[in-house]
């Protein structure tokens, strides 16, 4: 009888560019689940789902549960499973482990040290959790990279400097600008990107702030805290030409700023550079509008080179930082494999049966 694996399988910024994350990004979670629900073999279940990475940690009665995930998830986007054998990341055991603890903890970001993520792997996990698909070795798994990158960011300096997506596009704002005092700034979407985003503008200084997004009240609270105006989303097109700066960090599933948009509002203000900031997945804005004169657009690749030059005085802690890694996460796949062993012992709950198995792919 074979031992149960614990896995990870997916793609990421390493070798994924941002054309083909676009087309591998999930529209939808609980589609995915329901999709999952008649694997054979799948006992426990978490999907991080972010800008730079779709991962699935997973824990199969062997292997080929970790290949039918993959298969049902190609097949979901439509997506060549040849090309995505080129560009995943597959891992298992201990290794699975270390790996979820340098994501949680910003080692494996586009952006050494970015604070974002360790948000985003706890709400995969809480996801998870409400979805019923997680069970002992997840939880163990995924409590213990909390514990592990809390550790790493208070005793190391992995997180010093410029290290979240906000900060870095304000930055670049305020290099093109100068001072952003005079600057008028539109922000679209109030997803916990655009808010820190727009907070970060704020703090720098940026007076002429204004704040959309589909849901009008939430982009009313955000207003509010920072005293910014708010603009209705369906008018942000006619807003584009008093703008000098435009930060797009919605959830929408095609672009929300066309060329044609673009172009007709710098006909309005040829003089006047405009400067867009695309922080969505898909991209917010068609990237044609970069070829129209004084419009300069950047999206989260080029964010991540511009990145870089804060990146030494961090990556001199990653030797550090990763030793401490390691080291939990040899404690805690000790603990996992007695975990694992108890799980195939006679009488332990079976995939398919009321345990975590049955429900890891419910929507």
């Known amino acids: 009888m074979s031992e149960p694996c614990l896995f990870v399988v997916g793609a990421t910024h390493h070798l994924a560019p941002l054309e083909v994350r676009e087309r591998l990004a999930l529209a939808s979670e609980s589609g995915l689940r329901g999709d999952l629900a ?52 597959r891992l298992t055991g201990r290794d699975a482990a270390f790996h979820l603890f340098e994501v949680a903890s910003g080692l494996d970001s ?6 974002e993520i360790f948000g985003q792997v706890k ?12 069970g002992a070795v997840l939880n163990r798994v995924f409590q213990k990279a909390f514990q592990a990158a809390k550790h790493v960011r208070t005793h190391t300096g992995i997180s010093s400097g410029t290290v979240s997506v906000a900060n870095v596009a304000v930055d670049l704002a305020a290099s093109i600008f100068g001072s952003l005092a005079g600057a008028r700034v539109l922000v679209l979407g109030t997803g916990e990107i655009g808010e820190g985003t727009a907070r970060a503008f704020k703090s720098r200084g940026a007076a002429g702030l204004a704040v ?3 849901r009008l009240d939430r982009a009313t609270e955000i207003a509010g805290d920072l005293g910014a105006d708010i603009v209705g989303f369906d008018e942000r097109d006619a ?23 673009v172009a007709s509002a710098m006909r309005k203000r040829p003089a006047r550079p405009l400067l867009l900031i695309d922080l969505a997945m898909p991209r917010d804005v068609e990237s044609s509008a970069a070829d129209l004169q004084n419009v300069f657009l950047y999206n ?25 890694l390691a080291q939990r996460a040899d404690g805690v796949w000790s603990q996992v494999q007695r975990l ?17 198995a049955g429900q890891a792919a419910a929507p």
Not at 300 to 324: H, S, T
């Open 239 to 261: 807003h584009l030409s008093e703008c000098d700066i435009v930060v797009c960090s919605t959830a929408a599933p095609h672009s929300v700023l066309s060329r044609t948009a």
């Open 340 to 356: 694992l062993a108890r799980a195939n012992e006679p009488g332990s709950v079976a995939p398919g049966d009321s345990g975590a």
């Open 110 to 115: 586009q952006l050494l040290g970015e604070n």
């Open 123 to 134: 709400e995969a996990y809480a996801t998870a959790q409400t979805c019923g698909s997680t």
């Open 212 to 214: 959309a997004g589909r």
């Open 38 to 89: 008649g694997v054979p073999g799948l006992r426990e279940l978490a999907v991080l789902n972010t800008c730079n990475r779709v991962e699935f940690y997973g824990v199969g009665d062997d292997g080929g549960a970790m290949e039918a995930v993959q298969a049902a998830y190609c097949a979901r986007q439509n997506f060549d499973p040849a090309e995505f054998k080129r560009i995943r990341i």
């Open 300 to 324: 989260l690749d080029d964010l991540a080179r511009i990145a870089e030059q804060n990146r030494a005085a961090r990556e001199a802690e990653i030797g550090k930082c990763r030793a401490i």
